[in-house]
């Protein structure tokens, strides 16, 4: 079955630095690779999502990149807030579809002031 | 106000018990699943089930038991064959989105967590 691997497992950055996670993935026909945030005592919620199609998406301060080849996805904040700190997770499908949805381990993100 | 709620939030289950989580959506999606989350294991999927009346094993199906009668409803027992069954646990949903087409979001509820005594 696939296998994500998710680093670092912590990370701590100053308020207004970039912060990236890293995401590698182990299944080559996996298609679809989203990225959710759980904040502190919340449920987790999609903060951003791609497919195979594309290399890269951005949404305001956040993006993410793809690559293939290498078979790993990454997660770039710019002008990290305090109100990023949270657990992201990555996660990876077959078929584009939630239900063979693998899971990272998550990256605890801390910005600090 | 449409979304998925889980009770009870807390639960604490004596050794041998078997205890039921419930939970239900009113998005009127096909899809419910649920995770078990771990510290520093991420989400690790349980059950899920695409339609009413159907549902399939996860990664982790051991010690656990579903059912889909309804397609607002996914409750999730907890049995006692379920080794070691503390831990936080996650239902969700997704299904088709008017405007986006969409079917890989997981709407999440606030979880329930379990305690083994």
């Known amino acids: 079955g696939e296998n994500v691997e998710q680093h670092p497992s912590t990370l701590s950055v100053q308020e207004g630095d970039s912060a990236v996670i890293k995401c590698t993935y182990s299944d080559s026909a996996s298609n679809y690779f989203p990225w959710y945030k759980q904040e502190l005592g919340k449920r987790p919620q999609l903060i951003i999502d791609i497919r195979s199609n594309v290399g890269e998406k951005k949404d305001q301060r956040i993006a993410v990149t793809l690559n293939k080849t290498a078979k790993h996805f990454s997660l770039h904040i710019t002008e990290t807030q305090p109100e990023d700190s949270a657990v992201y997770f990555c996660?990876?499908?077959?078929?584009?579809?939630?239900?063979?949805?693998?899971f990272g381990t998550g990256t605890r993100l801390q910005v600090t002031l | 106000d449409g979304g998925i709620t889980q009770s009870p939030k807390y639960l604490f289950r004596k050794e041998g018990q078997n205890v039921t989580l419930s939970c239900e959506q009113n998005l009127n999606h096909d899809a419910m699943y649920w995770y078990r989350q771990d510290p520093g294991q991420g989400l690790r999927l349980i059950y899920y089930s695409q339609i009413v009346n159907d549902f399939q094993k996860g990664d982790i199906a051991e010690g656990y038991s579903v059912s889909r009668e309804k397609k607002e409803s996914f409750p999730l027992t907890v049995t006692s064959a379920q080794k070691n069954p503390t831990a936080f646990y996650l239902c969700a949903s997704s299904g088709w989105r008017l405007g986006t087409g969409n079917t890989g979001e997981l709407f999440f509820g606030e979880g329930s967590r379990l305690t083994v005594l």
């Open positions: 996660a990876a499908s077959i078929g584009g579809t939630a239900s063979k949805l693998t």
